[in-house]
């Protein structure tokens, strides 16, 4: 079943602070959505707020609605939601205890999977997926954190992906990646979506040009312009998408 979101009138809180205000968009199913924007702009709350992770924050409170397939999230299991909505984090974080197999089959243990060629086949299937079973799979008992930056991310996104969820959210994957490493990764990402919904949160605008289908531009908090990626980066229809864009801020 194809997975997309809807997102209906968003606010978004941090105590008596308004980060997002009346954000509405729909986020197709099997499409790359980029989510741009000047630093501090809400971006970040944004894709958080899709899998019910700002809750999580003290004093942060949200309002509006957001649609799994047209089910309100916030009537769902956030365990549920979250198996459903993975997430990337900008830095790599894998695990730094664990080795490259478990980081990859901790979340499958969580949720079950306890025989071992049934663990095997996944944490495969999920490198794989992930870009990385050839550069690793003579050395899974190796430390996670043992691997390069651009590989870390790779195995964090194989870790993501291991519980088979619908939409993958990715908050900045490639900015503390080198050009290589970034060029693997949104290589992934059109390799993904294929299976998978995915958003990106990225502050590189020609990033977003290459990977996204859909565009949607975030300042102080509200969106202004949500588009085809070819039209809102050739064709703007608000002037400050044009000036952001053009570089004349931001």
Known sequence: MLTGLAVEKLGACFGQKQVLNGISMTIGPNLVTAIIGPSG??????????NRLHETVPGARQSGRVLL?????????????????????????????????????????????????????????????????????????????SLSGG??????????????????????PCSALDPVSTGKIEELIQELKKALTIVI?????QQAARVSDYTGFLLLGELIEFDETPKLFTNPRDKRTEDYITGRFG
């Not at 309100?72 to 997430?87: A, E, H, N, Y």
Request: glycine letters at 6%; aromatic letters at 4%; a positive charge.
């Open 41 to 50: 702009c809400g971006k970040s709350t944004l894709i958080r707020c899709l």
């Open 69 to 145: 397939d047209g089910q309100d999230i916030s009537q769902m299991d956030p365990v549920q939601v979250r198996r459903t909505i993975g997430m990337v984090f900008q830095k790599p974080n894998p695990f730094p205890s664990m080795s490259i197999y478990d980081n990859v089959a901790a979340g499958l243990r969580l949720n079950g999977v306890r025989k071992r060629h049934r663990l095997d086949e996944y944490v495969e299937k999920s490198l794989r997926m992930g870009a990385l079973w050839e550069e690793v799979a003579d050395r899974l008992d190796k430390p996670g954190i």
């Open 151 to 172: 590989q870390q991310q790779r195995l964090c996104i194989a870790r993501a992906i291991a519980i088979e969820p619908k939409v993958l959210l990715m908050d900045e």
């Open 201 to 205: 949160v990225t502050h590189n605008m």
